[in-house]
Structure formats: structure tokens, C-alpha cells
């Protein structure tokens, strides 16, 4: 099986900055896209970033200008650097991964644990 597990969150104050890991593990024939979620309580998950492996990235506008996605393919790690933090980001955060594993030919979505982002004065 696939696994996903998220590292880096934690309580910070406003304009703050932290970095968020997510590496996948097991039996992995190939990534095709990982990318961050977030979802605060009561509210929907959301897209924040995914990056493709030709290295294509995509960001929610809410964090245009402040987070940064990257990923190592030889370590199947996604990074996600959050510069500038609001409190508005806190949520809890979720790596995602789109993965073929192997002896499959078909990608499922495979989902960390969770880290907690706090951002509070």
C-alpha cells in the first residue's frame, strides 16, 4: 500500500513562515500529481497546491504570492513553503497524492494524515 505522511505544521503568529513535507512510501510505480489541501472546521476541503511531475503548479488565489509548492521525485516528497501566514490559513493541512502503485495500471488518490497550521497572535 501507499502511504502519505504529512510533517511541519504547528502554532505560529501571523506574517510567520513554515514548511510543510509529505513523503510517500510503498510500492510506488509512478506519481502523477501531489499536491496540499487544507480544511479548516466546519468549512469544505480546498485545493491550496498541486504540482504535476513535469513540474506544472497550480495555486488557490488565496495564496498566490506566498506559498510555494516543489517536490523531489527521487524522494516521492512534496514541500510546501508558507511564507507571510494570515490567520485566515489556519486549517488543518492534507497531502494528496494522484499515485500508480505498483502491479496496478490505474492512479488512485492516496491521502496524508493531516498537520495542524495554527496561525494566531
Known amino acids: 500500500q501507499v502511504q502519505l505522511v504529512e510533517s511541519g505544521g504547528g502554532l505560529v503568529q501571523p506574517g510567520w513562515s513554515l514548511r510543510l513535507s509529505c513523503a510517500a512510501s510503498?510500492?510506488?510505480?509512478?506519481?502523477?500529481?501531489m499536491g496540499w489541501y487544507r480544511q479548516a472546521p466546519g468549512k469544505q476541503r480546498e485545493l491550496v497546491a498541486h504540482?504535476?511531475?513535469?513540474?506544472?503548479?497550480n495555486y488557490a488565489d488565496s495564496v498566490k504570492g506566498r506559498f510555494t509548492i516543489s517536490r523531489d521525485n527521487a524522494k516521492n516528497t512534496v514541500y510546501l513553503q508558507m511564507n507571510s501566514l494570515k490567520p485566515e490559513d489556519t486549517a488543518v493541512y492534507y497531502c494528496?497524492?494522484?499515485?500508480?502503485?505498483?502491479?496496478?495500471?490505474?492512479?488512485?488518490?492516496?491521502w496524508g494524515q493531516g498537520t495542524q497550521v495554527t496561525v494566531s497572535s
Open positions: 510503498g510500492s510506488i510505480l509512478s506519481i502523477i500529481v
Open positions: 494528496h497524492g494522484l499515485i500508480v502503485a505498483s502491479g496496478t495500471i490505474q492512479e488512485y488518490d492516496y
Open positions: 504540482i504535476a511531475n513535469g513540474g506544472n503548479t
